[in-house]
């Protein structure tokens, strides 16, 4: 799980993420879809989680009280908590231990069939993270511990409601030997510590603020701390820690001075401040995929931290800069607004790429890296969109929820953020995210709640967007211009439509119309923007001078400009303003001259792009 931008995808996950699209030609009893439209609330909610962990290679002992309360909306129904790998030692409610004819473990699932309205569950399990090569749940590897839960890694070490909508608070005790694990570290803030008789440490850690299961971490070892300190907007001193394996702790200013950087840049462009007083950053050799979020405790592959002039390309600082700002920016869009189910991943992962990506292009170059990342996604994510794997950002149905760790969900995600972006502009946007937080601070949420919030925020009707998170593959933008000598008008023409995919593909037929968001302008044959006149009666979504934003809704639509004497240029879909290909007969001369002329950078660069293919493919033409 992780924050997969450059990963590549394992062979695997191909293969099981293959089989997820096509279960229809697999079908059999292990492989049952979850599907979207069957979610419902817990039966339980959950409110207090207290956990102790012995911990120990072969078999620690995991020791939860969790306060349960029953969901008025759903009466009747059993506890059941989800658990794997898990060997149950003893269960009791508000004390008292369960005798085994009031439970059954099922499928490792535990059920208790009848229980109070409102109760304490006390269960102790014993784990085996040695054993656990999966590196879901908790594990040891190169002698640390270490924890990765999202989406689904909670109930490998407790019996629990491992699900984004049960939000609890928890208090974590760790108990281990201090030479083997001289640091023990947990979300949220440090609150005891002692040396028990027998000579182990033990040490509390609580989070004040009640989230996810996914969201829970350990890490436990012999681990090195490059501290640092941020002061909030609101003049809060919050201390910064880098955990690393002992010979790297020289590599980690470059990680610790991002992390500040993308701290103040979320107070400055968001409002949002940070909330603990102390956020950590771990560094493992052993880790999944990229990093990953938890509440004041991210866990990161050491390859997004470590870096040193001697060892660490440009590349490298920039990925480290991106990854730290991303895992940062998901303490408010993801962990103080999170997912309600995991079919809105989007919901968190878009939104938090789309911010990592205006970090980065504050903190560099805007043009550069939006053409790195159109790059990324015309490479990875759109042959994705066109083959067999194509799903819509926010799928209908999964059979393993860490296959829909993808490209579309993340990349094309922050596309669809993008064009919210774009149509609203940045003030229209942030009022958008304002809205967004003073409803949903604190809740597990939707992509319609997102959606709600951007157009409520701006009074405008987002619903049409509705159809981007449920159709997949890329649209094709076609577009034509003609210019009336007579009347000195330009018309463009626009037409939309879909290549097809495979009918299995869910969502892939009855496609209809996405808004598309055209960022436009005109060029005058001495090179020169002109501004955008539209013709009577004829409305742009934003007029900024010599650019505007025109949106398509429809399957066709055209424009007529006016103002100019002689033919003008074209140039459209400046910084690929949504996620679509572009299809638009220029010529080599008009290629050449929107290289030269273009005042968006990012249509300067891909008419260059375009160009230079052309000229290689009539190169190979005659050589044939
Ligand atoms: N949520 C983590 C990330 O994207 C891992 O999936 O960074
Ligand atoms: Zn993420």
């Known amino acids: 799980m992780c924050y997969i931008k450059g990963e590549a995808i394992q062979k695997a996950t191909l293969l099981a993420l293959f089989l997820n699209c096509q279960s229809h030609y697999f079908r059999s009893p292990e492989l049952k879809p979850v599907?979207?439209?069957?979610?419902?609330?817990?039966?339980?909610?959950?409110?207090?989680?207290?956990?102790?962990?012995?911990?120990?290679?072969?078999?620690?002992?995991?020791?939860?009280?969790?306060?349960?309360?029953?969901?008025?909306?759903?009466?009747?129904?059993?506890?059941?908590?989800?658990?794997?790998?898990?060997?149950?030692k003893s269960i009791a409610i508000d004390g008292t231990q369960l005798a085994p004819d009031r439970y059954e473990i099922a499928d490792g699932n535990l059920v208790i069939r009848d229980v109070p309205d409102a109760f304490n569950l006390q269960t102790q399990v014993s784990i085996d993270p040695v054993d656990n090569k999966s590196l879901y749940g908790l594990y040891q590897s190169s002698g640390n511990?270490?924890?990765?839960?999202?989406?689904?890694?909670?109930?490998?070490?407790?019996?629990?409601?491992?699900?984004?909508?049960?939000?609890?608070?928890?208090?974590?005790?760790?108990?281990?030997?201090?030479?083997?694990?001289?640091?023990m570290l947990s979300n949220g803030n440090r609150i005891a510590e002692r040396?028990?008789?027998?000579?182990?440490?033990e040490v509390v850690w609580q989070d004040p603020f009640p989230k996810p299961s996914y969201l829970f971490a350990l890490v436990a070892g012999d681990l090195r701390?490059?501290?640092?300190?941020?002061?909030?907007?609101?003049?809060?001193?919050?201390?910064?820690?880098?955990?690393?394996?002992?010979?790297?702790?020289?590599?980690?200013?470059?990680?610790?001075?991002?992390?500040?950087?993308?701290?103040?840049?979320?107070?400055?462009?968001?409002?949002?401040?940070?909330?603990?007083?102390?956020?950590?950053?771990?560094?493992?050799n052993d880790f999944n995929m990229g990093a990953m979020e938890n509440k004041g405790l991210n866990v990161f592959n050491s390859k997004y931290v470590l870096a040193s002039p001697e060892t660490a390309t440009d590349d490298d600082y920039l990925h480290v800069e991106a990854v730290i700002a991303h895992e940062y920016f998901h303490n408010w869009t993801g962990n103080r607004v999170t997912c309600r189910d995991w079919f809105q991943l989007t919901l968190k992962e878009g939104l938090t790429v789309f911010r990592d990506q205006q970090f980065t292009a504050d903190q560099t170059s805007a043009a550069v890296k939006r053409i790195d990342d159109v790059v990324t996604l015309r490479s990875r994510q759109w042959p994705e969109d066109a083959g067999p794997m194509a799903h819509p950002i926010r799928p209908e149905s999964y059979i393993s929820m860490d296959n829909f760790y993808t490209a579309t969900v993340y990349d094309k995600g922050a596309e669809i953020i993008r064009i919210y972006h774009t149509l609203l502009g940045?003030?229209?946007?942030?009022?958008?995210?304002?809205?967004?937080?003073?409803?949903?601070?604190?809740?597990?949420?939707?992509?319609?709640?997102?959606r709600a919030a951007m157009a409520d925020a701006n009074?405008?009707?987002?619903?049409?967007?509705?159809?981007?998170?449920?159709?997949?593959?890329?649209?094709?933008?076609?577009?034509?211009?003609?210019?009336?000598?007579?009347?000195?008008?330009?018309?463009?023409?626009?037409?939309?439509?879909?290549?097809?995919?495979?009918?299995?593909?869910?969502?892939?037929?009855?496609?209809?119309?996405?808004?598309?968001?055209?960022?436009?302008?005109?060029?005058?044959?001495?090179?020169?923007?002109l501004p955008i006149v539209l013709s009577d009666g004829q409305t742009a979504q934003r007029i900024d001078g010599n650019s505007a934003v025109l949106l398509l809704d429809t399957e066709t639509s055209s424009y007529t400009f006016t103002g100019m004497t002689e033919r003008p240029t074209a140039s459209v879909l400046r910084g690929l303003s949504a996620p679509v290909a572009?299809?638009?007969?220029?010529?080599?001369?008009e290629l050449a001259f929107l290289m030269a002329h273009d005042g968006d950078s990012f249509n300067r660069w891909d008419a260059g792009q375009t160009l230079a293919t052309n000229l290689i493919l009539k190169l190979a033409d005659c050589v044939k």
Not at 47 to 73: M, Q, Y
Not at 195 to 201: C, F, I, K
């Open 35 to 88: 599907l979207r439209s069957d979610y419902q609330p817990p039966a339980f909610w959950i409110d207090e989680v207290t956990l102790e962990f012995d911990l120990s290679p072969r078999g620690t002992l995991v020791t939860a009280s969790l306060s349960l309360r029953r969901n008025d909306d759903r009466p009747n129904l059993p506890l059941e908590l989800v658990g794997e790998k898990l060997d149950l």
């Open 426 to 450: 940045a003030d229209g946007f942030r009022r958008g995210m304002d809205l967004y937080f003073e409803r949903h601070d604190g809740d597990a949420v939707t992509c319609d709640d997102f």
């Open 195 to 201: 040396t028990l008789d027998d000579g182990r440490r």
């Open 582 to 589: 572009l299809q638009m007969e220029r010529s080599n001369e």
């Open 225 to 284: 701390c490059h501290p640092g300190k941020f002061v909030t907007c609101g003049g809060r001193e919050v201390q910064l820690e880098i955990w690393v394996e002992p010979e790297n702790i020289d590599c980690c200013e470059h990680a610790l001075r991002s992390l500040q950087k993308s701290m103040l840049w979320d107070e400055q462009t968001f409002g949002l401040e940070y909330d603990l007083d102390i956020y950590m950053i771990v560094a493992v």
């Open 145 to 183: 511990y270490c924890t990765q839960c999202e989406a689904m890694g909670f109930r490998r070490i407790t019996y629990f409601l491992d699900r984004p909508d049960v939000l609890a608070r928890y208090t974590v005790t760790l108990r281990a030997d201090p030479i083997s694990c001289p640091v």
């Open 459 to 529: 009074n405008m009707s987002f619903e049409l967007l509705d159809r981007w998170y449920s159709q997949p593959g890329t649209p094709t933008l076609t577009v034509s211009s003609t210019w009336d000598d007579e009347l000195n008008q330009f018309h463009l023409e626009f037409a939309q439509s879909y290549p097809s995919l495979s009918n299995e593909i869910p969502g892939a037929t009855g496609r209809k119309p996405v808004p598309i968001p055209i960022d436009m302008g005109l060029i005058a044959p001495d090179g020169k923007s």
